[in-house]
């Protein structure tokens, strides 16, 4: 089992960046593909951005593509999310999770199976 802490979020302005952390638990983070997905109030969550088990392979989102960027350091069990030229549509609460299983660069949630808790943030125009 791996447990999924993010930490990072807040509030920023159009423009601005952010850097979301998320911490893993365990020793086996180094074997699972990596993903971050957000969530606005009335909307359905969404897929952002995710990596694979090396670190060597990243797929984004259209929304995001060229202003965010994932990366993860497996000997620290910590993934990352990079977030530049952000915009008030940004505003969400993000989550990351972990996959093994197939299509997890697919951009569904169903291949992830643990998810952390969430952070806010919050981009103000």
């Known amino acids: 089992q791996v447990q999924l802490v993010e930490s990072g979020g807040g509030l920023a302005q159009a423009g601005g960046s952010l850097r979301l952390s998320c911490a893993a638990s365990g020793r086996t983070f180094s074997t699972y593909n990596m993903g971050w997905f957000r969530q606005a109030p009335g909307k359905e969550r969404e897929f952002v951005a995710a990596?694979?088990?090396?670190?060597?392979?990243?797929y984004y989102a259209d929304s995001v593509k060229g202003r965010f960027t994932i990366s993860r350091d497996n000997a620290k069990n910590t993934v990352y999310l990079q977030m530049n030229s952000l915009k008030p549509e940004d505003t969400a609460v993000y989550y990351c999770?972990?996959?093994?299983?197939?299509?997890?660069?697919?951009?569904?949630?169903?291949?992830?199976?643990?998810w952390g808790q969430g952070t806010q943030v919050t981009v103000s125009s």
């Open positions: 999770a972990s996959a093994r299983r197939p299509g997890w660069s697919k951009g569904s949630a169903d291949p992830y199976d643990y």
């Open positions: 990596i694979n088990w090396s670190g060597g392979t990243t």
